[in-house]
């Protein structure tokens, strides 16, 4: 069973900036951050597998920047230029699959979740 703590969500103002971080119990070969606003379906913000290039979900590529420390087995997302529909509770998902989507069905392992929220 692999665990994951996200930490580092906060209230910040628009423009500003954020990481948040997931360390896992153990080395697991993809992890991705994923996203759920009030009211919506949680979506991807991106992912690493292995030793692949990240992958970013389209409208946030420039502002976020995701990143891992095999050696701490821990995953960050740093936000910057941060916009009020950047509000939701963002979730670390890792899974041993080695190609996932950046979809949640294709991911198993989820943490509680980090609050992120974001004022104009």
């Known amino acids: 069973q692999v665990q994951l703590v996200e930490s580092g969500g906060g209230s910040v103002r628009a423009g500003g900036s954020l990481r948040l971080s997931c360390a896992s119990s153990?080395?697991?070969?993809?992890m991705a951050w994923f996203r759920q606003a009030p009211g919506k379906d949680r979506e991807g913000v991106a992912d690493?597998?292995?030793?692949?290039?990240?992958r970013y979900a389209d409208s946030l590529k420039g502002r976020f920047s995701i990143s891992r420390d095999n050696a701490k087995n821990t995953l960050y997302l740093q936000m910057n230029d941060l916009k009020p529909e950047d509000t939701a509770l963002y979730y670390c998902?890792?899974?041993?699959?080695?190609?996932?989507?950046?979809?949640?069905?294709?991911?198993?392992?989820w943490g509680q979740g980090t609050r992120v929220t974001v004022s104009s």
């Open positions: 690493i597998r292995a030793d692949n290039p990240p």
């Open positions: 153990t080395y697991i070969g993809s």
């Open positions: 998902g890792a899974t041993s699959r080695l190609f996932p989507a950046l979809k949640p069905q294709d991911y198993l392992y």
